[in-house]
């Protein structure tokens, strides 16, 4: 079924101040590390500036989604939440609202696509819930998810397209405004957008003239390609570090794609290399394990596609990498060293 598409945005301020209260005791208030480390291109005066790493990674589930997922979840009625919640996920979310409805007394019910690597599968499946596959890509397992939850009378959590996702997300933006008042530049890493939309709604609410920068890989950015066409875009998945970050927007998008162009001042893209560079940076510099998709915000700034320009706090937004991958990344940096092929 289409939801209606609102003529002006949906989620206002007010709901970010109410999710931070909802989700006290479940989603961590999370630190500001500083950040000395100039980008790679960066000129003098620009690596002076001011960085800090916003840092989701220490979140009960290793990343910013718990927050959107405590929200929604919690504030379902509890009738309806006891039937228990269904979810869509390349992993995060999913393992969020798991570990959310755990915490609430509740089952989850994760889709995922065949895409989704196997140490997020365990990983769902360690938080209590039951993980269905099915097709290529998440839109995929949208539709499943959707006639699963139809079928059972359950409530489904949107990852991204949901005012009381956004709402959550959005209590980083809080945080931020508290912890740094005079922010200058957002940078934050963008799948669906309900991340980056939240958290600039929070903070353009007291400081509008913040720079708000998305970032997206260069394989698959469908919200990068949406923008570009003027409406939701469908695009296929393609291999990438960022795994965290595919997914399409949804035909019947009813919030974040309008959000995002209101509220966000520029969308850029970050190659696999730069990717890479910023996960090993993370880690050697403030060891920090960062996911690919969790790192895009890090590696714009440190490969010059994003220049800092003022006080700047890039958002790393998930640790959940697999090990496998990670070890080949950190190995490759020290073979580099060394000169071996």
Known sequence: MSRPRPERVAVQVRDVWHARTRIR?????????????????QTATAASVPVWIKDETVQPTGSFK???????????????????????????????????????????????????????????RNEGATVHVHGDSQDEAEQAARAFAD???AALIPPFDHPDVIAGQG???LELLEDLPDLATLIVPVSGGGLIVGTA???????????IVGVSMTEGAVMHASLRAGRPTAMPEA????????????????YTFAMVRELVD???LVTEEALAEAMRYAFVTHRRILEGGGA??????????????????????????????YARILLAADDAALGEP
């Open 266 to 268: 520029d969308l850029v």
């Open 201 to 211: 709604l929070a903070v353009r609410s007291s400081t509008p003239g913040v720079r």
């Open 25 to 41: 005791g479940v989603a961590q208030r999370t630190p500001l590390l500083r950040d000395a480390g100039p980008g790679v291109g």
């Open 171 to 173: 209590t980083i933006g």
């Open 151 to 153: 079928e059972r009378g």
């Open 296 to 325: 895009a915000a890090l590696a714009a700034l440190r490969s010059g596609v994003v220049r800092a320009t003022g006080p700047t706090v890039v958002v790393a937004s998930g640790a959940n990498v697999e090990t496998e991958t």
């Open 66 to 124: 718990v927050r959107g997922a405590a929200n929604a979840v919690l504030a379902l009625d509890p009738d309806v939440r006891d039937r228990g919640v269904v979810a869509v996920s390349t992993g995060n979310h999913g393992r969020a609202v798991a570990y959310v409805s755990r915490q609430a007394g509740t089952h989850a019910e994760v889709f995922v696509s065949q895409r989704v690597p196997a140490g997020k599968l365990a990983a769902l």
């Open 239 to 254: 291999d990438t570090l960022a795994d965290s970050l595919q997914g399409g927007l949804g035909a019947d998008n009813a």
